[in-house]
């Protein structure tokens, strides 16, 4: 049985090196995109600090559409270049908002949400959808985030066969 761990480190980048070799414990001998997703979703739910969302949403057309998730009900259908997940989704980049008041055409899933960040999940050129993180403190997000979800997400495509997401 897998028991996640808290990270020891207090540095950002030490405790996303100790997080993503747990996902990649996590990720060992099992390909199915669906269950990888699920499992980076609630580890990262439950062991990053100050989070009240992570997940998935997966491009359907030109619509992204919720996959797995930890945190509250969600939007289940998110036009591309509507938000914080479909401007980074049509973009293709990720985006860290400090205040998610401030970004334009921001879509309130949880009125208690404060930050964002999301990331393409892009396999080669093809974009595949986004992960998105949500928490109450303003300015959680930052460079070592995005280097570390970065470095989650090219595991979840090593580690998982995710053709069976998309038709």
Known sequence: MFVAQRPSDSSKPAAY????????GLFEGER???ANCANLAALFYELLPDLNWAGFYFLRGQELVLGPFQGRVACVRIALGRGVCGTAARERRTIVVPDVHAFPGHIACDARSCSEIV???????????????DSPCGGRFDQDD?????TALQ????HSD???LWG
């Open 17 to 24: 090196r100790e997080l993503n070799a747990q996902l990649a």
């Open 32 to 34: 199915d995109g669906l």
């Open 119 to 133: 990331l393409p999940l892009l396999d080669g050129e093809k974009l595949l959808g986004v992960l998105d993180l």
């Open 146 to 150: 995005a280097d570390g979800l970065a």
């Open 155 to 158: 595991l979840l495509l090593k």
């Open 162 to 164: 995710l053709s069976r």
